[in-house]
């Protein structure tokens, strides 16, 4: 099997032509075979269609969807997220570490090549043969310096195999940090929209609260003169605090999740601007897809996909330890007992070697090994697959969600409606003195909750449509990618010669 190209990480110097021309020679003669088993995509069963998939989808899965929002102030916070948003710097310093190790490891495919340099003097004490003699030198000097190369033969692919594995975990660590984005963006957008649907509860909690106080004012003024009730200025008292007691409730909740979005900017707790009502914001357009296309769109089937192709060639690695590990070392230098005379010709010294290292008795050893990795390239399989089937779910359940709450949003206005009509004939029969007041609090009591529940509607309508984009992934990353602050590893598919330091 024709080892997998390994991965260009960086810009290098280039090279002497001559250390490159060799390189490639070595890098050619040990692109042998591994013992990795041949990876192929496994088989999963795709549903042909989504369960709840709209008729009306528009092909928006690989553009800036959140700016369909029509809000220049959900688009700025947005911005802002993918250039300061920790969690996605963590994500590329963990790409940036992940390239680390591939470069790391591959490296034990070329020779290695070092240097060394030493000087020593001794003197040895004036007695035995030292004293018989005269003129005994009992100072010695002793200089050397050399140029050193090892080299692993990797004839059964050990390295490549273990190459082929950190470039795998290298890639399932950028298919996560582009997870980071896809949440990054779908949180920013809900937590926004889910702000504002808390502002207009606060607005009609407000409104409702001035309106019951002048109520409650009016029918006091009524009691005085002997024109009500004091049972009907206790109603309306009580309906003035029942509004006023929502108030706190929602503010509380406003400050949260101010916070929250403030940690998703990369900022301390503090007040968010704020664009369009939630009534003015347009939803985005349903993107078309097949579910076989999540196989290519989601980052954590990807990532996934990468863990098992990781898993898969850390078998070849297992299975080269039962075949003998051949070591070549060499050396050349000059060796002097005097440094003025180190590096004349008569001073050269050489050496070369080769090692065989390989096992007889492990006493389970190297099976275990074998054994162990087997048993994890299995694990990741149940894991891709399961991703798979969670991932067909996930967009199955985003796109029923949006389809229900729309049917719910729009009978939630009807019902609003409705009950905003009961409240002004039940006020409009109570001053007439053909209905008591009880009739008007029943009415007043019925609306307001309703008129919450309806912006709480509107804000579930439009997050679920961001739920949606999250859901079925595609190429808007790329776009958010690009307002990335810190730029995103380079990663890029192109084999060749590894750095040289």
Request: charged letters at 15%; glycine letters at 6%.
């Amino acid at each position: 099997m024709p080892r997998p190209d390994l991965i260009r990480v960086r810009s290098h110097a280039p090279a002497a032509k001559g250390v490159g021309i060799a390189m490639l020679a070595l890098s050619l003669l040990l692109n042998g075979c591994t013992l990795s088993p041949d990876y192929q995509r496994p088989d999963v069963e795709t549903p042909s269609a989504y369960r709840y998939e709209p008729k009306a989808a528009a092909a928006t899965a690989n553009t800036a969807w959140w700016q369909q929002f029509g809000d220049p102030v959900l688009d700025e916070l947005i911005e802002t997220a993918l250039a300061n948003n920790y969690n996605v710097q963590i994500a590329a310093a963990n790409v940036e570490q992940a390239i680390g190790i591939v470069t790391r490891t591959r490296s034990a495919l070329y020779p290695q090549f070092g240097y060394g340099a030493s000087g020593e003097k001794l003197r040895t004490p004036d007695t035995g043969l030292a004293a018989a003699i005269p003129n005994f030198p009992n100072t010695q000097e002793t200089y050397q310096a050399l140029l050193s190369a090892s080299w692993e033969l990797d004839l059964w692919g050990r390295i490549r195999s273990l190459s082929e594995a950190t470039q795998a975990n290298m890639l399932a660590t950028e298919e996560a940090r582009r997870g980071v984005i896809l949440t990054l963006v779908s949180s920013v957008a809900s937590s926004y929209i889910t702000l504002r649907g808390l502002d207009e509860q606060l607005a009609i909690s407000q409104r409702t609260l001035a309106t019951y106080g002048e109520s409650a004012r009016l029918y006091e003024l009524q009691f005085k003169y002997g024109q009500t009730s004091l049972m009907t200025v206790a109603q309306t008292q009580s309906q003035y605090e029942i509004a006023a007691a929502q108030i706190p409730l929602i503010e509380s909740q406003i400050a949260q999740v101010e916070n929250a979005l403030s940690v998703l900017l990369g900022r301390n707790p503090g007040p968010i601007p704020r664009g369009k009502p939630i009534a003015q914001l347009t939803a985005p357009a349903v993107p078309a897809g097949l579910p076989s296309e999540l196989l290519e769109r989601r980052p954590d089937l990807l990532q996934a996909e990468q863990q098992l192709i990781a898993a898969n060639a850390q078998i070849g690695a297992a299975k080269a330890q039962y075949f003998p590990t051949i070591s070549l070392t060499g050396a050349y230098g000059s060796a002097s007992s005097s440094l003025s005379d180190l590096f004349k010709g008569s001073t050269r010294t050489w050496n070369y070697a080769g090692q065989v290292v390989g096992p007889i008795f492990t006493f389970g050893a190297v099976s275990g090994q074998v054994a162990q990795a087997e048993a994890a390239q299995q694990a990741a399989l149940a894991s891709y697959k399961l991703a798979v089937q969670s991932a067909f779910a996930d967009v199955d359940n985003a796109l029923v969600t949006n389809l229900k709450v729309g049917e719910q949003l729009a009978a939630q206005r009807r019902l609003v409606a409705a009950l905003s009509d009961y409240e002004r004939l039940a006020n409009l029969q109570y001053d007439g003195g053909y209905v008591p007041y009880s009739t008007v609090l029943q009415a007043q009591q019925t609306l307001f909750p309703a008129e919450l529940t309806l912006a709480a509607l509107r804000a579930s309508a439009l997050s679920s449509a961001a739920n949606i984009y999250k859901a079925m992934g595609g190429g808007w990353i790329d776009e958010a990618d690009k307002l990335v602050g810190t730029p995103a590893p380079a990663v890029e598919d192109a084999g060749g010669m590894p750095p040289l330091f």
